[in-house]
């Protein structure tokens, strides 16, 4: 395990994708992250606390009040109001488009990472987490649970994640908002390669049902700035399509509607008290963590 001043390195998106395990990539990322603050985030997220019974074959041994053990000699575990302080529902795009990249790091990869992050953060806060992988449909869902094992579930599927078809986000959005029937945080991480209206209808569907939504929208540089300096063919990762040209000649106009696309997304995802965060793939992964922590603190 590396030192404490060297895992703050992790959060560099190509640092962390050197690492193959996931778990380890998600721990290294959060306690990267920690380290730079100046106060743990999992400080004011416990849930409350509401007696002791006596330790019983089944109980989780991290329930075990030692304080009071130390005093009475006799294992007695916390008991709960709740069983977690929310649920957390992780919505994450495995479209074809996800597998683009100009570096080392590709959308799929980097965004597989901040999930991963995120779950490992959510959890040691004692959130109950669940996971859908979609491409043109639901592939996997699995629902919120809060004990540690489940951890280890949500990383070894978002550590073997594969690029799957086509982009269908409106349908996905619709199906999740009516099976999730607990109020609670989603957050949907996508480079939102469909129709912007379709996707808007979605995240509203979410916010009509009380939920609260973050939305990661996840870019390779190169998407935005179309540093391309020769004749270039370009192909459709999703539809096939191609087209060469020479980039001079359309950069501008490309620019100009990737500027308003995003701009449209923050707009109207303010309208509707939805989180917007636009995302480089070069980016350090603890913006994407500090916009998490922010919004959770809201929540209480």
């Not at 479209?95 to 799929?108: A, D, E, I, N, P």
């Not at 908002?177 to 996707?199: C, H, M, T, W, Y």
């Not at 009380?210 to 020769?230: A, P, T």
């Amino acid at each position: 395990m590396p030192p404490l001043e060297d895992k703050r390195k992790y959060l560099q998106p190509e640092m962390a994708a050197m690492l193959s395990n996931m778990a380890l990539r998600a721990r290294l990322v959060v306690e990267g992250y920690i380290i730079g603050q100046h106060k743990s985030p999992y400080h004011g997220f416990s849930v409350e606390f509401a007696e002791h019974r006596a330790y019983g074959p089944g109980d989780e041994i991290r329930h075990i009040d030692w304080k009071l053990y130390g005093k009475t000699d006799r294992y007695y575990v916390k008991r709960y109001e709740e069983e977690t302080n929310l649920r957390a529902h992780l919505i994450l795009d495995t479209s074809r488009s996800m597998m683009y990249s100009s570096g080392q790091v590709t959308k799929l990869d980097y965004a597989s990472t901040l999930m991963a992050a995120l779950a490992y953060l959510m959890m040691n806060q004692q959130d109950g987490v669940g996971l859908v992988l979609f491409d043109e449909k639901i592939n996997q869902f699995i629902p919120p649970r809060s004990n540690p094992s489940h951890l280890n579930t949500l990383l070894s599927h978002l550590g073997t994640v594969k690029a799957g078809q086509d982009t269908q986000i409106e349908p996905v959005l619709h199906e999740m908002a009516e099976r999730i029937k607990k109020r609670g945080l989603v957050i949907l991480i996508s480079d939102l390669f469909d129709q912007p209206e379709n996707i808007l209808k979605g995240l509203k569907h979410f916010r009509h049902n009380k939920q609260e939504v973050i939305v990661f929208h996840i870019l390779d540089r190169q998407e935005m700035e179309f540093d391309f300096n020769s004749r270039t063919r370009f192909k459709d990762m999703e539809s096939g399509e191609e087209i060469t040209t020479e980039p001079w000649h359309i950069r501008k106009a490309y620019a100009d509607t990737i500027k308003k696309l995003q701009n449209n997304y923050r707009k109207k995802c303010r309208e509707h008290l939805v989180d917007y965060v636009p995302l480089f793939t070069d980016q350090s992964l603890d913006n994407a963590l500090s916009e998490y922590i922010r919004k959770r603190k809201k929540l209480g």
